[in-house]
């Protein structure tokens, strides 16, 4: 059985200073992290709050992905795919259910159809001129309405491999939005020939939402 919280917060709390900072984690030591460990340190771990706090949309009638069900840049029956504004890798997308599903609650034709959209997406996005990967993240903790993301990982640039890609992201200036909509269309395009569906030039999110 998994440790209860508070259970949790003090065995993190038996590696940690007097100020409640666990020691650096080994990642800030490799190459590709965007920080030097000299001068860098973790914020306090605070205790632990339960209940975890609601995430937005876990009611449906206020969930606005739902309210976005007809936004994006390629949809089908089930699903939608729209490109993240506001980011500092060349592509950014996000795929959703068109209607109110979490991760755990797909009925096993969406999970199968996941699985390939999932696969159909990395594929076109990587074949994209100067993408090396497209990185796939499902994370979950700031909204209820599933939400997978798409990073694509500029060629060439190897500070950005591996799992700092996304504070990478963060920390670059804005990429060109007139080259990522036009790659986002290649996409789009490439997946209404793989997959079905239809494409739109309608507008996408404003920026990056929850994680």
Not at 7 to 13: G, L, R, S, V
Not at 164 to 178: G, I, K, N, S, T
Request: include cysteine.
């Amino acid at each position: 059985m998994a440790l209860r919280p508070d259970q949790f917060y003090d065995h993190a709390m038996a590696v940690a200073d007097g100020e409640r900072r666990l020691p650096l984690a080994d990642m800030t030591g490799w190459d590709i992290s965007p920080f030097d460990q000299d001068g860098l340190r973790v914020a306090p771990l605070r205790p632990p709050v339960v209940p975890d706090p609601p995430r937005h949309g876990e009611d449906p009638a206020e969930c606005r992905n739902c309210q976005e069900r007809d936004e994006g840049i390629w949809f089908n029956d089930h699903w939608r795919l729209a490109r993240v504004t506001g980011v500092g890798v060349p592509l950014a997308l996000m795929l959703y259910p068109r209607d109110h599903y979490d991760m755990a609650d797909l009925p096993d034709d969406l999970a199968a159809e996941l699985g390939l959209l999932t696969t159909r997406v990395v594929r076109h996005v990587q074949a994209l001129p100067h993408i090396s990967r497209a990185h796939v993240y499902r994370i979950g903790d700031g909204a209820a309405h599933l939400h997978v993301w798409f990073f694509a990982r500029p060629e060439g640039q190897a500070q950005l491999f591996g799992s700092w890609l996304v504070v990478w992201d963060d920390l670059l200036p804005e990429y060109p939005a007139d080259i990522a909509e036009a790659d986002a269309a290649v996409v789009a395009d490439a997946l209404v020939a793989s997959h079905g569906g239809r494409r739109t030039a309608a507008s996408s999110p404003p920026a990056r939402p929850a994680v």
